[in-house]
């Protein structure tokens, strides 16, 4: 298996986003003079996260995972959110298709005969890396003719939050990295990939720019996070929250709390450490409610972070997933 990491088309991407500030610069104009439905009481950062959401070009390739067979040479992406992400750049110059469909746990995957036919066939794999796709490690001899990337580091590696995509900055960062993947796939659309790159980039700067302004209206001493598993670090990080605890040592179905840690916990709680545990939509809640009865805490499970929605729900690309996400975490907040 080719694993393989760009650190200089990571850290070269911004440059390259940046070449067209007049495309980028425009967009807040554009989503702010539009007229965009919304509901009543909704404060002007969620009217501008909703404009730009419904103002994403409506012809791009969908954003939801397929299980049709992949054909040889494909470019799979193993997330949702990656195969959405990367999906927009690609444009209509590349198929994209993507491994896990929403609702599956990354952490708990456990790659089917036929997942792994499909990943033999393909020609490039893109990967969030840092020791996020646990799975991948067995599959090693059977992908040996895969060319692996991970968009945001490392495909190995841990003990660190591998979250990256939670804060868009870094998926900023990543797309250069998307850029050269696709192009060794089909290099006489590098050009095209870079222009859908610079665009999606400014959505990016936008989206980040909303998610601030809608935290800056949680009150100081309430913006901090009470996590099911250590997910929300990267987001914490980006707009000033902080990371109470975390109910689960590890993540995914084998993940669990100690005594200690859990005595840690209702101890922070009552001393006003936290005001509500959150979870990923897919994560089982038994341990976080329990929790949540003794102390009072809200119990919070409609954060999509491990990957999208349907099509039909509130997370159904990524830029509607971090925006959905910052409205659940300042509202169980403020």
């Known amino acids: 298996m080719k694993s393989h990491h760009a650190p200089r088309a990571v850290t ?25 439905p919304g509901r009543r009481g909704h404060s002007a950062g969620v009217v501008l996260i909703m404009c730009m959401i419904m103002s994403a070009p409506l012809g791009l390739p969908g954003c939801v995972a397929s299980d049709a ?23 209509p110059e590349l198929a994209v298709k993507g491994l896990l469909p929403p609702g599956i746990d990354p952490h708990a995957f456990q790659p089917r005969p036929r997942d792994v036919a499909r990943l033999s066939k393909a020609r490039l794999l893109l990967v969030a890396g840092h020791g ?12 040996a003719g895969v060319e692996i990337i991970g968009a945001f580091g490392p495909v190995e590696g841990a003990g660190e939050d591998p979250h990256f995509w939670m804060d868009p900055r870094n998926v900023e960062s990543a797309l250069g990295t998307i850029v050269d993947a696709l192009a060794s796939v089909k290099p006489q659309a590098r050009e095209r990939f870079s222009a859908n790159a610079a665009a999606y980039a400014g959505r990016l700067i936008d989206l980040d720019a909303s998610i601030r302004a809608r935290v800056a209206s949680i009150p100081a001493a309430r913006r901090k996070l009470l996590t099911n598993h250590d997910a929300l670090s990267r987001y914490a990080d980006a707009y000033g929250l902080s990371i109470a605890g975390t109910v689960l040592e590890g993540s995914g179905d084998g993940a669990e709390a100690s005594p200690r840690a859990l005595a840690r ?9 936290a005001w509500a545990i959150f979870l990923d939509a897919g994560e089982k809640a038994s341990l976080a409610r329990s929790i949540g009865r003794e102390t009072g805490l809200k119990v919070v499970t409609d954060l999509y972070v491990e990957g999208l929605s349907a099509a039909s729900g509130p997370a159904p690309n990524y830029l509607a997933m971090l925006a959905h996400d910052t409205e659940v975490i300042v509202n169980a907040l403020r």
């Open 12 to 36: 070269d991407a911004p440059r390259a986003v940046t070449d067209a500030p007049r495309a980028v610069t425009d967009a807040p104009r554009a989503v702010t003079d539009a007229p965009c």
């Open 69 to 91: 067979p992949d054909a040889p040479g494909e470019v799979i992406a193993a997330e949702s959110f990656l195969a959405d992400i990367a999906r927009a750049v690609a444009g």
């Open 132 to 143: 996020y796709e646990a799975w991948l490690e067995p599959l090693r001899g059977s992908l």
């Open 265 to 273: 916990l209702i101890a922070t709680t009552a001393k006003g450490g």
